[in-house]
């Protein structure tokens, strides 16, 4: 993962500090304005821009949430959380010391917005965000599966749109995310959006004809990595170990290989000629996995979630 240089970090820090200043003086006006109400409305004189306001604090906003705050990019002040339930708001607000809310009041104007409901609330969110943009729409960025910077676009007028592809490892900061930005973009909001994104792991930049791809690759690979990391303890069980050692013998050596290909650079193939010894142990293990089509089952499971991403866009 790229990491912010001393400079970069310094540039985010000093626009948290300004934003946590003209909060500050927005209150103070709002007070004020409470014992002069004729010469003080700050609603009129004074507007606070939001650093990041994200739609939707589920599974994958909380992720996101968290790995800004983890590496520092926004202070909780700086970022408003729009969500619908109660608990989730409540949870989210003890947990990272955000603010949380339900409607829209108060969400703008923001620099940033992040949307991270279900693609089917595409709509709705839209219909309530945009007559708050008031000619000065934020830089958006959609992390709505399937959905297409068209629908995008069509749904903010005037807002530049960015589509994002990150996948479940987020969770714990080790993501991987896909970039396309559409037609109003700048090359220092897509950069903006690379920085927000390397806080929950890596980032790449395609083509968004190549989205669907990523999304049966990178984003439902995770599945296909849990079903191996499974059969590979389920077949230790069969051989007579317990489940137990099973598993965590099966998710060591996943996780270790994955370590030693990223540091080495070495391609797959190399590293399995390495492990592979003539007449020996794994080499009669990657034959029967290739009788069993192991590595065309993986091929078919990427092309198949790539279909059904691109039907999903179209519905």
Known sequence: MNK???D???D???QSRV?????RFSKFLLELGAFFPARFTASQEFSVSIPLVIIGGGVMGEAILAGLLRQQL???DAILVREISPERQEYLQRQYQVR???GTEGLFPAETVLLAVKPQGLEPVAASLVPHFQGNPPLLLSILAGVTLQRLEAAFPQAPVIRAMPNTPATVGAAITAIAGGNLVKEAQLEAARRLFEAIGQVVEVPEFLMDAVTGLSGSGPAYVALAIEA??????????????????????VLGTAQLLQ??????AVLKDRVSSPGGTTIAGVAALERAGFRSALIEAVLAAQRRSQELGQS
């Open 232 to 253: 590979l303890a389920d077949g230790g069980v069969a051989a007579g170990l317990a489940r137990g050692t099973a598993l965590q013998l099966a998710l060591q050596t």
């Open 4 to 6: 912010l240089t001393r």
């Open 12 to 14: 985010v820090q000093w």
């Open 74 to 76: 926004y202070p909780p």
């Open 19 to 23: 934003y946590l200043c003209q909060s």
């Open 100 to 102: 949380a809310i339900a």
């Open 263 to 268: 540091s080495t650079g070495l391609h797959p």
């Open 8 to 10: 970069e970090r310094r």
